[in-house]
């Protein structure tokens, strides 16, 4: 770990907002969740979440870029318990759903904690899923298509989310809460040394300033 590298990993990292992310239903094409992941990364989602029935979300794809290092998923058995636990720490659910209610997806205030659900890639949002979001929102579209690919409207409405934070001074000052950020930074940092001690149940040990670890 060189102190350059050290360095560019705080810069990523005081740049991640915890109160943004995207919630994936069975999106199951291994490059539109990588590329969605991908996203995720450029815009700073600290972590996303996806909901899978068959118990396991591919996302090791080129499409990535290696972003599935950076970005953490979390994958939920049910739409219902994901969109629980992102309720519970005060997410509004914004659905990419065409619909009677939808509002064009810049009416949106992102500096507030969002959620953007994604559906499948053939079929949307579920009914069941579009019923547990607070508001659907929709990509105007000039063309002869409805809608556009799963990963682009990820990446749209994101960076929308991005340039409201952005003006708002989001990325201006480190967001994520001080054990979380110390936790990661070592992860990021460390990540087989991160692992050997997680299956100890060792604790992680500080970092210098340089990114040296304290006490070797």
């Known amino acids: 770990m060189t102190p350059e590298r050290y360095q560019r990993l705080r810069e990523v990292l005081d740049k991640r907002q915890p109160d943004l992310t995207v919630l994936m239903e069975n999106v199951h094409k291994p490059h539109n969740l990588s590329a969605i992941l991908r996203t995720c990364d450029a815009v700073g989602v600290f972590e996303a979440h996806a909901v899978n029935p068959t118990g396991g979300v591919p996302t090791y794809h080129d499409t990535s870029g290696g972003s599935h290092k950076w970005v953490y998923l979390r994958v939920h058995p049910s739409v219902e318990e994901a969109a629980r636990l992102l309720k519970d720490r005060g997410f509004t659910i914004y659905a990419a759903n065409l619909s009677q209610r939808a509002v064009d997806y810049r009416e949106v205030d992102y500096t507030r904690p969002a959620a953007v659900l994604l559906g499948a890639e053939k079929w949307g949002v579920s009914e069941r899923a579009a019923g547990l979001a607070d508001a659907d929102v929709i990509i105007p579209m000039m063309g002869m298509v409805q809608s556009l ?38 992860e990021w940092a460390y990540p087989r040394e991160a692992a050997a001690l997680r299956r100890r149940g060792l604790p992680y040990p500080r970092l210098a300033e340089d990114g040296g670890v304290v006490g070797e």
């Open 149 to 186: 690919n799963v990963s682009v409207a990820a990446a749209v409405i994101l960076f929308e989310a991005q340039r409201q934070r952005l003006a708002a001074g989001m990325y201006d000052r480190p967001r994520l809460d001080p054990e979380t950020y110390r936790r990661t930074l070592f």
